[in-house]
């Protein structure tokens, strides 16, 4: 039941969201709400990782741990998807134009990177009394999908153009049974990881502000800031390096972004391979924003 009802939690504003459908006008400020939420999101979490006693003593192995499930999982992404690149080429050949926006979406990593540390200090700093209940993620996280709903639904995406598309469809397809592989690896490698915990930190898929408070609330801080940073590290790879594998790996270009291949990472990606390419990043980003968040509260939440 339990479950039942943190998938309705996070699914629901996520649906109610995109039934609505807003003004040019009306978008803007959603996108504008979008990115302020982001950033109170991570000092949130700042804010409860502050409160995991001996944080110090954990750094070493939220390090060790994050570098080795991002491993895991850009690695079998890149394999995965690559095959299928290979197997199946894409008729549509991308180009390979650059663009220096890379190096302005990069230091907004490091903002959000900032927030978190900016959580951690308050967090430090002020008195217990002051600090926010608990449930201020959740119903952060709330308004965050809603309005995520929103704004895929006045971007003017409709379902029929995201399944219409058959090599978004099989690239996400791809894209997810790489990173259940990934979970599995990464569990089977680490004798305190048990599979279902392994599966749920491999669905994350780069939405780092969903995943870090789903494993927060699943497993507790120091968990959620390993997903926090492997979601971003996932962000920060593929914006450097969407541009070399474009050219010769179109879906492996656009599935290293995750989840973001929808939003952050597709500026990259259309400057990267051409507007033929933003179709199949629309419809992949989209299967996957939605398929993440199930398969996180599902893995979640099952022991096995």
């Known amino acids: 039941m339990h479950s039942l009802i943190t998938l309705i939690t996070i699914l629901l504003p996520l649906f109610v969201g995109f039934c609505v459908r807003l003004p040019p006008a009306g978008v803007a400020w959603v996108n504008r709400g979008l990115s302020w939420l982001v950033y109170l999101i991570l000092v949130l979490i700042g804010l409860s ?14 390090a060790l741990t994050t570098v080795w499930l991002f491993v895991c999982t850009i690695g079998l992404n890149l394999v995965v998807l690559m ?7 894409w008729t549509q050949r991308p180009c390979t134009q650059q663009n220096h926006k890379t190096r302005v979406s990069v230091s907004g990593s490091l903002k959000q990177v900032a927030c978190v540390l900016l959580g951690l200090l308050l967090g430090k700093a002020l008195p217990t009394q002051w600090l926010p209940p608990d449930a201020a993620s959740t119903d952060a996280l709330m308004l965050l999908v809603f309005l995520v709903g929103v704004q895929l639904r006045s971007s003017g995406i409709t379902l029929r ?23 599995i690896v990464f569990a089977a490698t680490l004798p305190h990881v048990s599979w279902s915990q ?29 997903a926090l940073l492997n979601d971003l590290a996932r962000e920060f790879f593929a914006l450097m390096f969407i541009p070399f594998i474009m050219r010769r790996h179109p879906s492996a270009g656009v599935g290293i972004g995750g989840a973001t291949s929808l939003d952050f990472t597709l500026p990259i990606i259309q400057s990267s391979g051409g507007i033929a390419v933003v179709p199949l990043a629309i419809s ?3 299967i996957v924003n939605v398929v993440s968040p199930i398969l996180m509260v599902f893995f979640s939440t099952w022991a096995f």
């Open 49 to 62: 990782l502050a409160k995991v006693p001996n944080l110090g003593n954990q750094l070493h192995l939220i």
């Open 83 to 89: 095959v299928f690149d290979h197997k199946r080429p």
């Open 161 to 183: 153009q995201v399944f219409i598309n058959r090599r978004g469809v099989q690239t996400a397809a791809w894209f997810m049974l790489a990173n259940l592989a990934a979970g």
């Open 198 to 226: 392994g599966l749920a930190l491999s669905s994350g898929y780069g939405w780092y502000s969903l995943s870090s408070i789903v494993m927060t609330e699943a497993y507790g801080p120091i968990w959620g800031s390993i």
């Open 284 to 286: 992949f980003g989209f």
